[in-house]
């Protein structure tokens, strides 16, 4: 683990990632309401498409499922929902992304969620050398191998990035 002048205590994405024997980067930056990953990569120096940001979404059935994006990227609902086989695909109220990933909007990561949920990732970002992602609080992303996310989370590669 990288020494930083900052350090975040653990959180349930840091304690998975360690239980899974994951080597990980810690990255902290100053928090703002509504600053997204054009915020986080603007402090930490790294490109925005770098930054991944991970969405709690619902299916037409309601069921959760997360989503792994590009940072300076849009999901096509449309797409995805074609591309997991269901009617429509929307994003969850703030409250309800909350309830079923155990993080707050804003620290919300796809490692030690609440609810065990499908996690899909934009094909693309398999394709980068390293990634950011959120470490389970605001203000803390942790860098790791883009193939974690297939090979340990089990996320299923799509295509629904809009162009």
């Avoid at 915020?39 to 709690?56: A, F, I, M």
């Avoid at 992303?141 to 089990?154: F, K, M, N």
Wanted: glycine share 10%; aromatic share 4%.
């Amino acid at each position: 683990m990288a020494k930083k002048e900052r350090h975040v205590s653990e959180t349930p994405a840091t304690q998975w990632l360690k239980a899974q024997g994951i080597a990980y980067t810690e990255h902290v930056y100053d928090y703002v309401d509504h600053g997204g990953t054009a915020e986080s990569s603007r402090q930490l120096g790294r490109p925005e498409h770098e930054v991944v940001k991970t969405l709690v979404m619902q299916d037409d059935r309601g069921e959760p499922l997360i989503v792994l994006m590009h940072g300076d990227r849009q999901v096509s609902t449309k797409n995805l929902a074609r591309a997991i086989g269901a009617k429509s695909v929307e994003p969850c109220k703030p409250e309800v992304a909350q309830r079923h990933s155990g993080y707050l909007v804003g620290g919300t990561s796809p490692f030690g969620t609440r609810k065990a949920m499908p996690v899909y990732v934009e094909a693309s970002v398999l394709a980068l050398p390293a990634i950011l992602i959120n470490g389970g609080r605001r203000g803390f992303l942790v860098g790791i191998a883009p193939a974690v996310l297939t090979d340990t989370l089990g996320a299923r590669p799509v295509h629904c990035a809009l162009a």
